[in-house]
Nanobody, 126 residues
Framework: VQLQAFGGGLVQPGGALRLSCAASRYTLSDAAVAWFRQAPGKEREGLICISERDGTTRSRDSVKGRFTISRDNAKNTVWLQMSSLSPEDTAVYYC????????????????????WGQGTLVTVSS
């Protein structure tokens, strides 16, 4: 497995959780990285991304102000910090990367990403 998401679990509504995305065979600082999620019975949804070149981030409106993405190059990890969680955020969360974009732009369109990690389940419930 080259890419894997960690950190899922059960969290109460209004709570926070941090997910990590780690790569084992390449350097994430050489890639754009995005987070996606898929709730039961729903299509996969792109959430947020971070560009390769300068760490510019973009996110969909539904998670703006609640979810942030960041890099820790020393740990070869990308983080997804989630806050103000609600039951509607319950889903399997995936990270994905696209290597060598050399760009300050990123998308959260799944068709733009080629390396996918195994997901981690986040359940928001009281």
């Amino acid at each position: 497995v080259q890419l894997q998401a960690f950190g899922g679990g059960l969290v109460q509504p209004g709570g926070a959780l941090r997910l990590s995305c780690a790569a084992s065979r390449y350097t994430l600082s050489d890639a754009a990285v995005a987070w996606f999620r898929q709730a039961p019975g729903k299509e996969r949804e792109g959430l947020i991304c971070i560009s390769e070149r300068d760490g510019t981030t973009r996110s969909r409106d539904s998670v703006k102000g609640r979810f942030t993405i960041s890099r820790d190059n020393a740990k070869n990890t990308v983080w997804l910090q989630m806050s103000s969680l609600s039951p509607e955020d319950t889903a399997v969360y995936y990270c994905a990367s696209r290597r060598f974009t050399r760009s300050s732009f990123c998308t959260y369109d799944s068709s733009d990403y080629f390396q996918w990690g195994q997901g981690t389940l986040v359940t928001v419930s009281s």
